[in-house]
């Protein structure tokens, strides 16, 4: 009787999640360790928070769109509570300052950088995990706080090596949205459905935001999105919000703007044009001031923005899967939630942060030259039938720093060299039986060897000049490799 075959899982990456290199790692932590840097110069300072809080702790925010198990991946512990694990770093912040309220200084002024998790449905560039960067000011409600972290950003995506006209900051109201909502009288069951239309114009452009707002947009592939159902007098009085908005927003010009859109509907948007005022009056005094501008059409998705919200957009082109120029976009946002910690405490605190995409500024570095996908250099030494003493040189090249490996796989050089070749590593250290009674080492520039086998004619005239191969005194190792190194950079 033949014997069962072991059942054996195939290998394979859940949809919506990847695998990451260590190029991209280390270039993932150069970027974190600059944007690190400015929060840090600001004041802010570091809090994390687990990846899992209860369900009911993180409450439900998310766009009411392509989310299935209402968005989050959740399981149900030995207690039978429900954990979930985090859709951003924002909803844990609230409930860590509930928790610690009376601990905290106000106002409490924190970034985190972590994982984040949102189960949706995947597409090219959408991820079910990603990274985030946050920077959140809570206890103050001026208009100061917002403003803050506008210029921040600023400074952070200078210090990343963005130029002033690669970006933009834009600025908008969630009051001034609700004024203009209540000014077209869309009932609030429809609010959701208009607002996300809105977020759609840079991608649809009006025309397409105005099907969505009426019975709905039909796309290349034939899929038919609802729309908002609004009548037409509904729609100009929102197409005339997003068509115009005052080059100077200061208070009086905010005005006159408002006064032409919704005569007779001030409510809480003068409140808004107030705040808005203010945030421009301060930025005027930063030196970003020609970097950050009203505009009306940015909503944010998430739903417990209270005031003040906004996103950084690159506005340089690159190239997208099929070959097109694109506007690269948004790749930070945030805004005003004046009361999230409420839903805890029942007691409003003001609350304002902002939150950078790891993965997506990534991208825009890297297509910008500011970002490379590159680890430090590597120095595989050989171990040429000692192990034991490619183990001491490769702990005296890391004792001046230097990144080094000693080779612990097969004895034959060739596949040393194979192997040191697939690591990329940039030099090979060899001391084999003559160098050690001669008392040298020979150095391999396997970078520059590389690269002069790509020029020379034949592999015998390479051979001949070794030009990429030199033999030094025991005692020069670290010298010589650093000089190697420094070459090379």
């Not at 014997?3 to 990456?13: H, V």
């Not at 998310?62 to 989310?67: A, C, G, M, S």
């Not at 609802?226 to 908005?245: D, P």
């Not at 060299?417 to 009674?437: F, S, W």
């Amino acid at each position: 009787m033949a014997k069962d075959k072991p059942l054996r899982p195939k290998a394979r990456l859940p949809r919506g999640f990847r695998d990451r290199s260590g190029a991209e790692l280390a270039a993932e932590r150069r970027m974190l360790d600059t944007v690190r840097g400015v929060y840090e110069s600001y004041g802010f300072s570091a809090l994390e928070t687990p990846a899992f809080e209860y369900t009911d702790a993180l409450g439900k925010f998310l766009p009411d769109i392509d989310r299935p198990n209402e968005g989050v991946f959740s399981l149900r512990d030995e207690d039978e509570q429900w954990l979930s694990l985090r859709y951003d770093l924002t909803a844990p912040l609230a409930r860590y300052v509930a928790e610690n309220f009376q601990d905290l200084p106000k106002p409490f002024r924190r970034y985190a950088v972590g994982r984040v998790w949102r189960n949706e449905k995947p597409g090219p560039g959408r991820f079910r995990e990603f990274t985030q960067f946050d920077a959140d000011t809570v206890g103050s409600s001026s208009p100061a706080a917002d403003a803050e972290l506008l210029i921040m950003v600023c400074d952070v995506l200078k210090a990343l090596g963005l130029a002033g006209s690669d970006f933009a900051l834009k600025v908008n109201n969630r009051k001034l949205l609700d004024g203009v909502l209540d000014a077209a009288r869309v009932e609030p069951s429809r609010r959701g459905v208009v607002l996300r239309a809105i977020d759609k114009l840079d991608r649809l452009g009006l025309g397409g935001v105005r099907d969505l707002l009426g019975s709905g947009r039909k796309d290349e592939s034939g899929d038919f999105t609802r729309g908002a159902e609004l009548e037409a007098a509904q729609i100009r009085i929102v197409e005339k919000f997003l068509g115009s908005a005052p080059p100077d927003p200061t208070l009086g010009n905010l005005e006159r703007w408002w006064a032409d859109i919704a005569p007779g509907h001030e409510g809480g948007a003068a409140q808004g044009l107030a705040e808005v005022a203010q945030i421009f009056a301060l930025v005027d005094h930063s030196g970003h001031q020609g970097r950050i501008h009203l505009d009306p059409t940015v909503v944010r998705g998430l739903d417990y923005y209270t005031g003040p919200v906004f996103e950084a957009q690159l506005t340089f082109p690159v190239t997208n899967e099929a070959g097109e120029a694109v506007i690269f976009g948004s790749v930070a946002g945030g805004g005003r939630y004046d009361d999230l910690v409420a839903r805890f405490t029942g007691q409003a605190v003001p609350a304002t942060g902002i939150s950078i995409g790891v993965s997506r500024l990534m991208s825009a570095l890297m297509s910008r030259g500011a970002l490379t996908l590159a680890e430090d250099p590597l120095v595989l030494v050989l171990s040429m039938g000692d192990v034991a003493r490619a183990f001491e040189l490769a702990h005296q090249l890391r004792q001046a720093g230097i990144r080094s490996e000693a080779y612990v796989g097969t004895k034959r050089i060739p596949d040393q060299l194979k192997y040191a070749d697939k690591r990329g590593a940039a030099i090979a250290v060899l001391e084999g039986e003559d160098e050690r009674a001669a008392g040298t080492i020979t150095l391999k520039d396997l970078a520059l060897g590389l690269e002069l086998a790509k020029s020379i004619e034949t592999r015998a005239a390479w051979v001949q000049e070794r030009p990429a191969q030199t033999t030094i005194g025991r005692a020069d190792l670290v010298a010589e490799v650093t000089r190697m190194l420094g070459r090379q950079s």
